[in-house]
Nanobody, 126 residues
């Protein structure tokens, strides 16, 4: 069983930065796609960014392109989401998720993911 633990959330002002980390207890060889989702009150959960651990390919939602960067650390057990130029619209609970197989074109579909973390809150004030 893969366990995912998020950390790094907090409160910042507009234009600030936060670094979220997703630590996995272990990854099976086929848990290749690791993604960050977010959910604001009253809104659906949306995919923010994904990292394919097999080939290093990255995926981003249009709303965060150029501001957020997803990467994997050298231990390969932690996926990092660096968030810069934060906006109030980025305020949400952020979740880490892992999926069997590659990310592919459907990486934004929450139901495709097999493992989820508990979430970390990000609040951006104007």
């Amino acid at each position: 069983q893969v366990q995912l633990v998020e950390s790094g959330g907090g409160s910042v002002q507009t234009g600030g930065s936060l670094r979220l980390t997703c630590a996995a207890s272990r990854y099976t060889y086929n848990s290749n796609c690791v993604a960050w989702f977010r959910q604001a009150p009253g809104k659906e959960r949306e995919g923010v960014a994904a990292f394919d651990r097999d080939n290093g390919r990255t995926y981003y939602a249009d709303s965060v392109k150029g501001r957020f960067t997803i990467s994997q650390d050298n231990t390969e057990n932690t996926v990092i989401l660096q968030m810069n130029s934060l906006e109030p619209e980025d305020t949400a609970m952020y979740y880490c998720a892992a999926m069997w197989g590659a990310c592919g074109g459907t990486w934004t579909r929450p139901n495709d993911y097999n493992y989820w973390g508990q979430g970390t809150q990000v609040t951006v004030s104007s």
